[in-house]
């Protein structure tokens, strides 16, 4: 009687393919430790945006309805970690007046050092706005009231790192009202024009 037998050998390629992904699958468990460990020893607290200051330079409104205006912006950017530098990026902010939006501020990726803060200017100059009716009566009444206002929306994506540790991403939202006289161009500073009761 014949006998009929077969032996199936692993290919070596396929010994190589596996022995490469468990050593990526260990290297991603080993990092993520070294990540949470890094994590819980630091405790970074959440970077900051706010609103340092800022100035109404020029504010023309005509009879026609046609307004133009510059204005200058400075957004300080806060970390308060002490063992952890700080990054951002995308940093987009967009600046409108009665819903239509006059110019967007962008920069690109800057780093704040451990325990420090850094501050940005914009300068903000839009071109000639046409206004609707509705944007004209509330320009005339904001100038009767002495208080104009413009919305400033934005943010950064921020994260924090420590050597080779790694890093973890947080969202800097930044929503809220500048307020100006028209008569000095003077600033009021809002308490509320900061990211920080946003986390």
Wanted: hydrophobic residues 40%.
């Amino acid at each position: 009687m014949t006998r009929f037998s077969s032996r199936h050998s692993t290919s070596p390629f396929i010994w190589c393919l596996a022995i490469i992904c468990a050593i990526i699958s260990v290297a991603v468990i080993i990092g993520g430790i070294v990540i949470f460990a890094g994590y819980m020893v630091i405790h970074p607290r959440v970077p900051i945006l706010s609103v340092q200051y800022a100035h109404l330079d020029l504010l023309k409104y005509d009879i026609v309805g046609v307004m133009q205006t510059q204005i200058t912006i400075v957004i300080k950017a806060e970390n308060d970690n002490g063992k952890a530098h700080a990054l951002f990026d995308e940093t987009s902010f967009k600046l409108s007046y009665e819903g239509r939006t006059i110019a967007y501020l962008k920069q690109g990726e800057f780093e704040v050092d451990k325990e420090k803060s850094l501050s940005s200017h914009y300068v903000v100059q839009s071109y000639p706005i046409p206004l609707t009716r509705s944007m004209i009566d509330a320009t005339d009444y904001a100038v009767k009231q002495d208080v104009i206002t413009f919305e400033l929306k934005g943010g950064s994506k921020a994260r924090w790192r420590v050597g080779p540790i790694g890093s973890v991403k947080f969202e800097c939202n930044l929503s809220c009202e500048l307020r100006f006289r028209p008569s000095d161009h003077i600033y009021i500073p809002q308490s509320l024009c900061t990211s920080a009761h946003k986390h």
